[in-house]
């Protein structure tokens, strides 16, 4: 089967992140695309069927990150993500397993992978670990409760110049959870006006970007192995 390979993005807009899907079955890959293609400010740039047509799609796709199945091809696959992390540096990995024994974890970490999901893992869970991953995070699936300390560094914790208010924590919480301002407004029983006026204050506190950018520093910094991340869909961006 021949690669699907989207057309040259030589004015792609501003801060989209770029996805290559490198998976064995063409449900699963089909599956990817949908959730990179449905999370806001990500796009699907390629699908290499067969490892050997990867480097190339790489090569010219000049994806951002790489979603990889670990699958039963599992060393063939480690080798092909460490070729590509020795040509391409920049290029984010995260993989897709179906084991939870940290030993697998930890070889898929020694072998270039920042990320490291479980297959059956959510759009919203995906789409933070590709951020946080391309912040330089280590990301594990909260799913795997034990990991090698060894093999995965140590995250820095966060804590704001300017502490959050009582509030503001409430608000974050709610971003966590992947909540609109009216949602949080209504769960709160506070104004969507005032939400805005918090959110941009935890911004400003955080030194974040936008919303999923607080959310990626908030969820990557609060265990050192793991970026534990709910199950609701991301909700689009706002003030």
């Known amino acids: 089967m ?4 989207s057309a040259p993005m ?21 599956g990817l695309v949908s959730m990179v293609n449905e999370t806001a400010g990500m796009q699907s740039v390629g699908t290499p069927g067969e490892l050997r047509r990867a480097l190339t799609l790489v090569e010219t796709a000049r994806p951002d990150a790489v979603v990889v199945e670990l699958g039963s091809g599992r060393a063939a696959t480690l080798n092909a993500c460490r070729d590509l992390r ?8 995260v993989a897709l397993g179906t084991s939870e024994d940290p030993a697998v974890v930890n070889e898929a970490l020694a072998a270039g992978v920042r990320g490291y999901l479980m297959i059956s893992t959510s ?11 391309r912040a330089g995070r280590t ?16 995250a820095k914790p966060l804590t704001p110049e300017v502490p959050l208010t009582r509030r503001e924590s409430d608000v974050l919480d709610e971003l966590l959870q992947g909540q609109s301002n009216r949602q949080i407004g209504r769960n709160l029983f506070i104004s969507e006006d005032t939400v805005k006026s918090h959110v941009k204050a935890i911004l400003r506190k955080l030194g974040a970007r936008d919303r999923a950018h607080a959310v990626s520093l908030v969820l990557s910094s609060r ?17």
């Open 2 to 5: 021949e690669p699907i390979v």
């Open 10 to 30: 030589a004015n792609a807009a501003r801060g989209v992140t770029r996805v290559l899907i490198l998976a064995d079955a063409p449900v699963l890959r089909r």
């Open 86 to 93: 020795r040509r391409y540096p920049r290029v984010t990995i």
């Open 123 to 133: 759009p919203t869970l995906l789409g933070w670990a590709i951020l946080a991953a």
């Open 139 to 154: 990301v594990v699936d909260p799913q795997i409760r034990r990991v090698e300390p060894s093999a995965v560094p140590a």
């Open 223 to 239: 265990t050192p192995a793991a970026c534990t991340c709910g199950t609701h869909a991301l909700a689009p961006a706002e003030a």
